[in-house]
């Protein structure tokens, strides 16, 4: 657990003073988190494959910020890297990274919160 929990490196102190202790808002966040970055990831996709890196870093943008505000640095330091690449080739790499990620953000709250990441 402390692998993905160093990898993913999710501030999970700071996301809770951020919510002032509330588990109800802080369960609506991350399963808002959950959803839009799971879309934003397909649109990032989806923009990639029809070699469209403007609309795959504007999505990253996105991404970032949605990752900022749960204080997912793992995430938004990826997601940061995509939004200033300058080639097809670097964005899928760091598109890779990032479902990986997210994928292990997903693993942590499961194991942390279980029922939360289904």
């Not at 102190?13 to 959803?35: H, I, Y």
């Not at 970032?64 to 939004?83: S, T, Y």
Request: glycine fraction near 6%; hydrophobic fraction near 40%; charged fraction near 30%.
């Amino acid at each position: 657990m402390n692998q993905i929990l160093n990898q993913v490196d999710w501030q999970k102190e700071r996301f809770w003073e951020e919510v002032e202790g509330d588990q109800e808002l802080a369960q609506e966040l991350l399963k808002r988190f959950l959803s839009s970055a799971q879309h934003l990831l397909e649109e990032i996709e989806a923009s990639l494959a029809r070699g469209d890196l403007d609309t795959a870093k504007e999505k990253a943008h996105s991404l970032k910020g949605a990752a900022g505000i749960i204080h997912c640095e793992g995430l938004r330091r990826e997601a940061l890297a995509l939004e200033k690449t300058s080639s097809l080739e670097e964005a899928a790499s760091h598109l890779s990274h990032l479902r990986e990620l997210y994928q292990r953000f997903v693993r942590l709250l499961q194991a942390q919160q279980p029922g939360l990441a289904n």
